[in-house]
């Protein structure tokens, strides 16, 4: 068992410090990659999809060097990738490790979908309170209406 | 309710609705007293509402309380591109209540987050209309003189009348009975029906107007717009399929009133005007008591 993990390591290499985010559903490695702003990333940034997993089937992973994501960005994966695992690395080693959560509280990453909401058309910050973890489905303070996974852009 | 603003029929208790509905019986007893005179009440109409616009400074003007305002953003700086915070900000510096309607939704809760004074919600495009709310409760506890256990019948665009979705929030309170009735495209939306469902309460649907007539306490008619239907063959196929004209009032309770919330287009015949169920003027005046209540306790000189 212990040798079967570290050869599947070895399909990407390990850092020395930074995050990675593991057991990303392998459709949605690049949206994760969208939303954190990785493409324009100045350091070494490692992923990998469609890897075997035992827990999920098939599944992505993203290694970033010298990164360490604060709570927003970690509210963010969460809303993209509830299955994610996120790791800190330092020195090599793993110095904590949890799956991330969909907050209570959605604030300034995600776009209200109605195009009439006040928050589309003045200069503030959205703000929604999740209804539905499971299916994620998160009502506007503002207008009120629902915003669903399937119509959700982030900021 | 001192200070609070009043955005969307949520944010007050059912237990405030009823004190609302209370103040309201004796501002309609006597309806005139300067009980409002230190005050300056501003209703900005970011777009025009003559009915809810009058209803309100008629409501403020009998207390005594001066009014400023607008009641179209073509004379304002909005039309210079002014932001909604700026403008909030700047009326809250004259007035002590602010009464808004805006053409976008959620406006009215922002404006709440950047005002130092109440708001009250006038209409949020298509959210939230709660003093129309509170009139309807009213008007429904006057002529049936209890708001339990009725049997409210709501007819015609029950998808996007914002109106028929908070009445059926506010309902969900007291043990009622819905029957609805619509054609199949404006069927009342699936996130409303859950607040019925959670309180384990009924409802039933139609397409049929005639069958509800003689269960209903309340029937509750609202306007079949021609824009909701992608299909103008579709509208022309319903639109007369929701008229209430007078014989067919026959089977109803004796008790029973029509309530609208007015404009009327056709949907209710001239003929049913004359009939003593017909409430719907009546209640557009209730709606002046409704907002007294409302000034006088979030100014807090009624507690």
Redesign the interface.
Known sequence: MAKKEIRKELKVSAIENGSVIDHIPSQSVFQVIRILNLTEYPNQLLLATNLESQKMGKKGIIKVSNKFFVPQEINKIALVAPSATLIVIRDFNVTEKKQVKVPAQVEKIVKCFNPNCITNNEEMETHFTVIDKKELKLRCKYCEKITAKDNMTFI | MKNKSLI?INDFTPEEHIRILDLAEDFERRPTQRILEEFVVATLFFEPSTRTRLSFESAASRLGARLIGFSEPASTSLQKGE???DTIRTISNYSDLIVMR??????A??ASEISPVPIINAG?????HPTQTLLDLYSIRKTQGKLDNLEIAFIGDLKYGRTVHSLVMAFCNYNTTFHLVSPEALKLPS?VKMHIKEKNLTYHQYTDLQEVVPKADIIYMTRIQKERFSDPIDYEKVKNSYVLKRQMLEGAKSTMKILHPLPRVNEIAIDVDANPMAYYFTQALNGVFVRQALLASILGVVA
Do not use: K, M, V, Y
């Not at chain 2, 805006?102 to 406006?107: D, I, Q």
């Not at chain 2, 949020?124 to 939230?128: P, S, T």
């Open positions: 969307s932001s909604l915070r805006h053409p976008r939704e959620g406006s809760r922002f949020d495009g298509a959210n939230q996130s």
